[in-house]
Structure formats: structure tokens, C-alpha cells
């Protein structure tokens, strides 16, 4: 199912990535920095480890899979959500994507592939409230932190989509507003529309 997210997203691998997480910095807690994991990144020179590090995503502690078919409820959940979500007449990614996020799991900084995916992202959020942020892919400086409340629906666009990198913070971070979050283990269903 790694598949998945390397055809759905903007992966780099460097040559050697270790996958294990590393404490981030209190700067980089606060939104104000973009997150860098160097130590876990080696690469032909530093100067690309330096430029393609910020690009590179990765998601710890989740399973996932994908699903075309669904049962007559789940459908007409997912329609009220494409109607509501999506331009009008917009084409669709055919499978709806299902992302299992264990409690310690994470999801750092990336945008999605436009090369996969067009406009805009649409996603449920199930079993745990959490904070999506997003973060200007050049500024750093300008973020956005998003409640998202199990059962809620989020929507990207645009250039929150194109132009932002969203991250669903870990459980140690999830602060929104001074108050704290319990990250739990959470759910996600995620229905993307196709690039025009
Ligand atoms: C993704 C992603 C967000 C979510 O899979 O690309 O950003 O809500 N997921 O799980
Ligand atoms: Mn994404």
C-alpha cells in the first residue's frame, strides 16, 4: 500500500532515509519554521540534501488502502461530500483514499502530486479530532492551523492546496489555539478530483 502514497504524492526518497521519527525542534512546534528532518536525510551533496529535504514527506505509524465500491450508506455519505466539495462536473479520482493513522502517527509537511491530483482534496475525519496545518511551501513564516473534529469534513483548494503544505500534527504537538488536542488514532477518507 506504499504504492499508493508514492503515486499520490510528491515523494523524493533520498538514498537513505532511516524512518525514525525525531523530536522536532520548539521552532519548528511553533509552525514558524518548515519542519526538516536532516539527521534522517543523506544525499549526493548538502546542497540538495538542503533543497529537496523540505520536499520530502513521509507518514509514520498509519496503514492505508483504497476503495472504488462502497455499501449504499457509505455512498450516499461520500455523494454529500462530492457535491459539496467539488466543482461542478469536475472529474474525479476514482478510488476514495482511507488512511489509518495510529495514535503515535503523523503526517508531515507535503503537498499532493499535481500530477495525480487536481484542485482539490476533500477529507472526513474519523475516530480522533486532530490539527491539520498548513504552511506557505516559500514562507514559512505564514500558517494556518485547522481543527478538524472527528466527523468533520475539511476541503483544500486552490492555493491552500497548490501553493500550502498540510500536515496532521502528532499527538505530543496537538495544541490548536492553547488548548490541547488528544491526537488519538484517526481515520481519514479522502476523495480527490483529477488535474485538468
Ligand atoms: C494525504 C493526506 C490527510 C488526512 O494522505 O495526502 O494529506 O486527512 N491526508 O489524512
Ligand atoms: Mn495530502
Redesign the pocket.
Known amino acids: 500500500m506504499k504504492l499508493l502514497l508514492n503515486v ?2 510528491r515523494i523524493h526518497k533520498p538514498a537513505v532515509y532511516s524512518s525514525q521519527p525525531r523530536c522536532r525542534s520548539s521552532s519548528a512546534r511553533s509552525g514558524l519554521l518548515p519542519l526538516r528532518d536532516e539527521a534522517l536525510i543523506v544525499g549526493s551533496n548538502p546542497e540538495l540534501v538542503q533543497r529537496l529535504g523540505p520536499q520530502v514527506e513521509a507518514i509514520h505509524g498509519y496503514r492505508e488502502t483504497e476503495r472504488v465500491m462502497w455499501g449504499e450508506r457509505c455512498e450516499e455519505v461520500l455523494s454529500r461530500v462530492r457535491s459539496g466539495a467539488f466543482p461542478e462536473g469536475s472529474p474525479l479520482l476514482g478510488p476514495v483514499h482511507i488512511l489509518d493513522l495510529d495514535k503515535t502517527g503523523y ?1 508531515k509537511p ?3 502530486s499535481v500530477k495525480f491530483c487536481g484542485s482539490t ?1 476533500a477529507g472526513l475525519s474519523l475516530l480522533s479530532d486532530s490539527i491539520m496545518r498548513l504552511m506557505k511551501e516559500d514562507d514559512a513564516e505564514e500558517w494556518l492551523d485547522l481543527l478538524l473534529p472527528r466527523f468533520s469534513l475539511y476541503i483544500l483548494r486552490d492555493q491552500a492546496r497548490y501553493n500550502f503544505t ?1 500536515q496532521i500534527l502528532k499527538d505530543e504537538e496537538s495544541v490548536f489555539n492553547g488548548q490541547r488536542v488528544p491526537r488519538l488514532r484517526r481515520i481519514s477518507v ?1 476523495c480527490r478530483n483529477l488535474p485538468s
Open positions: 499520490l504524492k503526517i507535503h503537498i499532493d482534496i498540510h479522502i
